[in-house]
């Protein structure tokens, strides 16, 4: 006999969607959310349907306007044709591989976002500070997830580093292959909670899945001792529910990304740096050699790290660069 359907807000419903239904679209139609994307196909489930229909939309308005997995869709109640997509509490994204400007849609509607990495030689502070961004930019709680902790005798050492990059940064460690020792994070993942996994491929990402969920389904990868990468294991942006009523999104691993239209969460990421740059006593500071820079000031006095000054010089001008040819898109999702 098949599972019943879950319920709207099992699946995440809240006013803030349902407030977007006109009275035709109320009894028109069905709102599904989309679990999985494909090429030109989603997976969809909502409490009256659930399948495997075309992504095509009446009308798109632009390069966002497409399907993300973690989407609300609304479908036709007799035919479950695609109908319009509901708008986003939020949306993670990044400009896709190459030179062509394109967007690539990563999650939506997401509460919290798992970064996770893994006690070796994958841990890059670099790379984290981009996920921090990512997260701080479209208003979503980060918590980062080290694994692996069973393969590690420097574990303080990890955890340190990574206070290093926020003093009040949530940290969970973890043996994903433990179900003992990952059942806490079950607890972040409550009924009609979805958690975005992100991190580099070999980090444990699909194990950790696995743990969670009580099953062996999803692939995983043996990692390259010499270097601790791993395969792209995930291939698919898809959701998994838990037993506990949460829904984990696990994404492809994502070893290096662009940033772009991440000013704000540049900001949050780096306060210091943003709270000194305030001080200057020229508001066009380049904060190189110009009289009165307070971040040269807390360079010499070592209150601010060269590296971290430089990777955000860094991340900063990746930022306008990519902002700068990102072209103008409508419907995006006011923050709330």
């Given amino acids: 006999m098949d599972a019943p359907l879950p319920s709207l807000a099992d699946l995440g419903w809240r006013p803030f969607f349902s407030n977007q239904l006109s009275e035709d679209e109320r009894r028109d139609t069905l709102p599904v959310r989309i679990m999985a994307v494909y090429r030109g196909l989603v997976t969809v489930v909502g409490a009256e349907f659930e399948g495997l229909i075309s992504s095509r939309l009446p009308a798109s308005r632009g390069p966002e306007d497409r399907p993300a997995v973690g989407d609300w869709m609304l479908v036709g109640r007799e035919k479950h044709e695609a109908q319009r997509l509901l708008d986003r509490e939020n949306l993670f994204k990044r400009p896709a591989p190459g030179n062509d400007r394109r967007v690539q849609l990563i999650a939506a509607n997401v509460d919290t976002l798992f970064i996770v990495t893994s006690c070796n030689q994958d841990f890059s502070v670099p790379r984290l500070e981009r996920y921090l961004v990512l997260a701080r930019e479209v208003g979503v709680t980060p918590v980062l997830v080290l694994t692996k902790i069973d393969l590690t005798d420097r ?82 942006r898809e959701m998994h529910r838990l037993t506990g009523g949460g829904w984990l999104l696990d994404t492809p691993g994502m070893r290096e990304f662009k940033l772009a239209e991440a000013a704000t969460g540049l900001a949050e990421v780096f306060d210091d740096i943003t709270l000194l740059a305030s001080q200057c006593r020229f508001s066009n500071c380049g904060h190189h050699k110009e009289p009165g820079c307070a971040i040269q000031a807390a360079l010499a006095a070592g209150t601010l790290e060269p590296e971290r000054l430089e990777r955000w010089r860094k991340l900063s001008a990746e930022d306008i660069n990519n902002t700068a040819g990102v072209p103008e898109r409508r419907g995006r999702s006011d923050r709330r």
């Fill in 155 to 236: 574990l303080d050492h990890f955890r340190k580093a990574a206070l290093g990059l926020q003093a009040d940064l949530e940290i969970e460690t973890v043996n994903a292959r433990d179900p003992e020792s990952v059942a806490h994070l079950s607890l972040r993942c409550g009924p009609g909670q979805t958690v975005a996994l992100m991190g580099s491929s070999g980090v444990g990402k699909s194990t950790l899945v696995n743990s969670l969920r009580g099953s062996d389904s999803i692939a995983t990868q043996a990692v390259r001792e010499h270097d601790g990468k791993g395969r792209h294991t995930t291939t698919v």
